[in-house]
């Protein structure tokens, strides 16, 4: 069995490459087809066995906050007007087994500081990190309930990579290491969007990873990196000197939704195989003349 049982969501970013939609609308709230990306991420941790999911939210995401709240208004109409489907995707928001908590990270320092914001929340127990913007897509095990496993056979911190062009390094931390079993290395270097020709391999880290409390005393000592942020890529770097620190190149389609590319990308696949849509859709497109 698994010790593991919170999942941190860094969701306090300002979401620029979206304004205006994000002047007023948490870029997490955006939907590709009819949800959420923050609730994409959260069934995926659920679906991975976690059971406190901790938000770590800016002060412009209380749309969040209030997504996995109670919704009495909308649920007494829906159910005075017989809404059964309806009232059930509602409720389904947030399932039984499942227990929310909110930290406010008042300044916007980087993806580390937000995790170390969480450190009260998650205490002295390895946990999950889940980036909603790294939207992953699969048939069988999603990306977490891959990780899960993973942590459970070699336990340490493990960190979610795929293989990206060279030439786009800059936008990623970057990994490298010996290969210690199928689709898991030893991280023995990371670095944070190094050049092309700085960076050591062309393994990614895409938003997910599983962490010991460890990160926390870590990340406290951790300097303002690039962009002038604490990140949590230093954090790591820090961690495996002490710690296997692994990555684990996950099966599954990744769409980078915190860009507009990877976003419309996301919107069109999912459509594809939405269950009302899929077949009008498919039309749609078929005839459109591009
Ligand atoms: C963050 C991390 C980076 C990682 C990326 C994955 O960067 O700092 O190491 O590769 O997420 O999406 P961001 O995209 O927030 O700039």
């Known amino acids: 069995m698994s010790t593991l049982k919170k999942v941190v969501f860094p969701v306090a970013g300002l979401g620029t490459r979206f304004l205006p939609a994000t002047k007023a609308v948490a870029k997490e709230m955006l939907a590709i087809v009819d949800k959420p990306l923050i609730q994409y991420a959260a069934e995926e941790a659920e679906k991975a066995g976690f059971e406190t999911l901790i938000f770590v939210v ?28 309806l009232l059930k995707i509602v409720k389904d928001v947030v399932p039984k087994n499942v227990n929310c908590i909110f930290v406010r990270q ?7 500081h937000a995790v170390l914001c969480a450190e009260s929340a998650v205490g002295n127990e390895p946990f999950a990190v889940i980036l909603p913007d790294d939207l992953i897509c699969n048939d069988g095990k999603n990306c977490m309930q891959q990780m899960v496993e993973v942590f459970n056979q070699h336990g340490g911190s493990i960190i979610g990579t795929q293989t990206v062009a ?35 391999s062309d393994q990614a880290v895409v938003g997910r990873y599983i962490l010991t409390p460890a990160i926390f005393d870590r990340l406290k000592t951790t300097e303002r990196g690039a962009g002038g942020e604490i990140q949590l890529t230093d954090g790591i770097a820090a961690l495996r000197k002490s710690e296997e620190v692994f990555a684990y190149s996950f099966e599954g389609t990744r769409y980078d939704c915190g860009s507009k590319i990877g976003y419309l990308q996301a919107t069109v696949e999912l459509a594809l195989q939405h269950r009302e849509l899929a077949d009008e859709f498919r039309q749609y497109l078929k005839q459109l003349e591009i």
């Open 58 to 85: 800016g002060r412009t995401k209380n749309s969040i906050i209030d997504h996995f709240d109670k919704a009495y208004e909308l649920e007494t109409e829906l159910a005075m007007r017989n809404k059964d489907a």
């Open 106 to 112: 008042s300044e916007a320092l980087g993806l580390g």
């Open 166 to 200: 060279i030439e786009e390094s800059g936008k990623y931390g970057m990994v490298a290491g010996p290969k210690v079993a199928d689709r898991v290395s030893m991280v023995d270097e990371i670095i944070e969007k190094p050049q092309p020709a700085e960076a050591p």
